[in-house]
């Protein structure tokens, strides 16, 4: 019987709220917390069970501990923006509380996201006892713990992985993103990036592409990206030679993208405008849609997995670990699009493995270096279940 801390009151922070809902004896008393705090009572007012509303800057760490000490939880899941990552984290080691989040944290005026910031916090988490898992999203968060689950039973040495993220969905607009626009643009219109022999291969943003055969969606463009979880599966998968991360976009996706690089519509320094300083891509934000309000007219399906090479008992190997969600299927149950259902099951899961103890250790971790077993069954069990297939014979992209 734990009471959990949901800060952010997005697509995500929706799921996660519905779903730690759902485990009255897992999450025994919830507060949703966010920047608008009718955003969190809307949330509420959908749950079968009553949970507890807060308003909350994320950025300001006092206001944070003071909330932490009014509610007492015994662990926070952030699903605000990677901006906060690091306010929460010093909050939650001033008050004593486990830490669990979906996104590495990234400085509001660089576009990089990397490890370094929060992994620098693992000496401080482990002298106070306490756990934080970063990343328990789908991906980064179900590919880690996919690969990590490779590496205890499928395989013996893994050579390849490339991580292969489809959305197949169709919200009908003719340009609108997922989750938050401007992390969405922000990380897809940076260089791509992959890790092959030891170091770090720099390409132009969608300059590798990849038609790719979808189990249950069907051959769709990916493209190569950069993606936070290379950088700690490139550490942690022992033996691997080369890790990639592609995304799918469909091709109206991609021509309004590009027009509005093009005219400066996604830069993130600020620039004068009527007489005030405004941040290009943060208007942009304004004007799309919000993620939150795609759920009701996305249809189609995700499918998300890691293809797998490498040797079992002196055999080649190669297998596709995947789940596939249905876009409408995921409103149904949480009122949100399967873009935020695949992120906050995850982080429901692992904050649940946090809080059971099988994944309570003290200190800072990336998925893959916790044991994948418990977290696997439970993606069976609460609506993000897996298959693994034989890919012998199918061409992987040489590059
Ligand atoms: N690992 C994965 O697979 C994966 C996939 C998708 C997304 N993500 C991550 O999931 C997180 C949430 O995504 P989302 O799509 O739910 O984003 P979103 O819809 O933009 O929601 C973000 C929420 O955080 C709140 N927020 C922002 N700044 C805040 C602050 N300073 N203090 C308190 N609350 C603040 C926002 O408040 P307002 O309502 O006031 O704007 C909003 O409710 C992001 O970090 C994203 O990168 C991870």
Redesign the pocket.
Known sequence: MSKVLI????????VVAHKCAQLPDVFSEICL????KS?CDQIASELKRPIQTEQ?????VPQLVALIRKFEPRLVI???????DLTIMDACLETGVDYV???NYEPLDTAKFEYKWQWAYQDRFKEAGLTALL????????TNVYCAYAQKHLFDEIDYVDILDCNAGDHGYPFAT???P??NIREVSANGRYWEAGEWKETRPMEIRWDFDFPEVGEKAAYLLYHEEMESLAQNIKGLKRIRFWMTFGQSYLTHLNCLINVGMTGIEPVEFQGQKIVPLQFLKALLP???SLGPRTTGKTCIGCLIEGRKDGQAKKVFIYNVCDHQECYRETNAQG??Y??GV?AMIGAKQILEGQWRQPGVWNMEQLDPDPFMDDLNKYGLPWKVIDMAGVKTFAG
């Open positions: 800060i952010g009151a997005g697509g995500v922070g929706r917390a966010s920047r608008t955003r909350v800057d994320a950025d300001d952030n699903v605000a923006l990677p901006y906060q989040d979906t996104a990343g328990s999203g789908f991906d980064p968060g179900v997922n989750f938050n401007e992390i919000d993620p939150a873009v935020s695949t992120t995850p």
